[in-house]
């Protein structure tokens, strides 16, 4: 019997397969907003506006009070488009769907897969609770259960929570766990494949990825304190700092904390007795004694319903920034499904050419577009996803820092 050539949407459908297949950060994070963008054509730049959660204080006696909604909203923007392209002869469509994926489509979707994740990966500059000591492979189940005691801290549903470790974290925990008196199903696992894996520490899953990114610190100001001006409005985003030497910098993702300035709980307004963290979120060069410095999140103390610190901070307090000036450290992810997400949108499918496919699969649209080369015999292909993430919940997410 003839062989039947492959088609394009056969094509098209494979090739979004491995691209699933091989994301991983991106693979577990919300992708519930695909359907706003799920229009034909859709614009680079085109933006959602999304609304987070109503947050109102509880209070006491029978007496009614009121109060006004405290709306927040964040935004997702479909902006990267990604690419990849892949060159097969007429003959090679000839053969069979699988070993056509294995020869041809996964050595470079597995490639666009790993980039798409290593954007999202960047998330991090914008989550700024972190644990683990920098410089430092985390090892142990006990940095582990910081970063879900931070998360718990924060009120964040316990489950889906997944992470995503580097290479080199992941064998050390692996090698780290060893001992411990796991389900012989759980020591199997993680013997045969040499990964964490599912149902450990309480996590849904802890995956290996290559595409984790590291962060370079700023060259960080010496002995920062802040001003004689302090923060005194609720939702402040700026602190003034004096420091003792000029011309240094700051970089949007570097972690401070600020002496005398706790983390909240949520739900109760409660101090959890860990210092704040901020993340910085504009890299800055600091050319002075003096500066503003931008933030998240912002400040409102435990009287407000959004309250995220048990206090501003007082005048001369220090700052203590995370990690050493200008190094460069891992930054491990650990996050509830919903701190992070996901969105692809349709690209319009072009005419003119030899054929075109669009498929859509969990909230993933991917195209092909198949020219052919009469030159050659060649038919060339351009595998496009069109996407945008934002970190619409940080406190549900945290750094593990290495």
Known sequence: ?????????MITRKSLEILENNLVISRNVNKEYDDSFA?????IGSTLRIRLPDR?????????QVQDDNEQYTTLTVSSQKHIGINFT?????MQLDD??????????????SSVDADVANAYKSIYSSVGTPGTTPATSLVLLQAQQKLSEYATPMSPRYGTVNPAANAALVNGMTGFFNPTGTISRQFKTGMMGEGVLGYDEINMSQSIVSHTTGSLP???ICASTVP??????????TYSSATKTIKQGDIFTIAGVYAVNPQTR??????????????QTLTSTSATIAFSPPMYTAGNALATVDAFPAASAALTFLGTASTTYPQNLVYHKNAITLATADLLLPQGVDMASRQVHNGISMRIVRQYDINNDRMPCRVDVLYGYSVIRAPMACRIWG
């Open 39 to 43: 229009v034909e054509g859709a614009k």
């Open 56 to 64: 109102a204080l509880v209070t006491d006696g029978a007496a009614l």
């Open 100 to 113: 056509f994926a294995e020869r041809v489509l996964k050595p470079r979707i597995s490639q666009l897969a």
């Open 90 to 94: 007429s003959a090679e469509l000839t």
């Open 1 to 9: 019997m003839a062989n039947s050539l492959l088609t394009i949407d």
């Open 270 to 283: 409660l101090s959890t007795g860990s210092l704040q963290q901020f993340v910085v979120t504009a890299d």
């Open 222 to 224: 010496g002995s920062p």
């Open 232 to 241: 005194s409005a609720q939702g402040a985003t700026t602190l003034d700092i």
